[in-house]
């Protein structure tokens, strides 16, 4: 079949915008692997610098650090966005519900200077009132939470908007309470959408370095501001060797997570087709 101008164009467009989103990434994960420690000279093929890394303390313990508080910041958006997804979906008018949505989206809209800035100032305030909590790992989840819980929000809320009314409707025809609709009905729908922004979450809290750099407090460096302020120095092999191993277990996990969604979904649709043959 011959393709028209518009389509051509449509996928001339389509490859450029592929190559300036990855050949940076591309880049990278080549020179990761380059002998010469300048990285504006090619000096052949070395594992060196990835050997080097397995000794170099501080990345290892910021990587550490910074998986940590992805996986906890994943963990609570998810639950906290599920939350304030179903209660703006549900609950179409209550007290407070444009401020209470307007509160939850800010996050996304809000330089995350003034963020951070203001979170630090609320933290340092309660720390001298109760003596906690100290700067560090819970401060810098409960800044990332904040963030995260923003977009998990988003993310449930535009699956409850297509989900349709009339399954939980059915199940609660059919005797079930509404803790029973949410856990049998409910949560089985939305799970594609919870397990996408859990894996969106998880990668926010896991690169972020503007909230991180004002909660953060003595030893407890993650890895994002350890390669940031290494880099302020100059360009080094060993932050391409953490960069390209980072890219390799966020792809991987985002992969996996891609086939369980794609798999979940087919399985969805199976068992809603066999329903539909059965009625």
């Known amino acids: 079949m011959k393709l028209t101008m518009g389509q051509w164009t449509s996928k001339i467009w389509m490859i450029a915008v ?9 880049t990278l994960v080549i020179l990761s692997f380059n002998a010469s420690p300048m990285v504006t000279s090619w000096g052949g093929w070395s594992l060196k610098w990835y050997h080097a890394l397995m000794q170099d303390t501080e990345i290892i313990n910021g990587a550490i650090l910074s998986f940590q508080i992805a996986f906890s910041t994943a963990c609570s958006s998810v639950v906290l966005g599920t939350l304030a997804g179903l209660a703006l979906h549900r609950f179409k008018r209550f007290p407070g519900r444009t401020l209470f949505a307007g509160m939850v989206n800010s996050p996304l809209v809000m330089p995350e200077v003034i963020v951070g800035l203001s ?3 609320m933290l340092v305030s309660v720390q001298r009132l ?7 790992l819970i401060t810098m989840w409960l800044g990332h939470t904040l963030l995260g819980m923003a977009y998990a929000t988003v993310v449930v809320q535009s699956r409850l908007q297509e989900m349709s009314p009339s399954l939980e409707e059915a199940a609660q025809d059919l005797g079930c309470r509404p803790l029973q609709v949410f856990f049998l009905v409910t949560l089985p729908l939305i799970s594609q959408a919870i397990g996408s922004a859990w894996l969106l979450t998880f990668t926010l809290s896991l690169d972020d370095v503007v909230l ?3 909660l953060s407090g003595p030893g407890s460096t993650t890895m994002p501001i350890v390669i940031f302020s290494r880099a302020r120095l100059g360009l080094s092999p060993s932050v391409n060797t953490v960069a390209t191993l980072t890219v390799a277990v966020v792809s991987i996990g985002v992969i996996l997570a891609s086939v369980w969604i ?3 979904e087919r399985r969805r649709a199976a068992e809603m087709a066999a329903a539909y043959r059965a009625a």
């Open 130 to 136: 109760f003596g906690f909590p100290d700067r560090g």
């Open 119 to 121: 979170l630090l100032l």
């Open 262 to 264: 794609a798999r979940a």
């Open 212 to 214: 991180s750099a004002f």
């Open 18 to 26: 592929f190559i300036f989103l990855y050949l940076p990434i591309a």
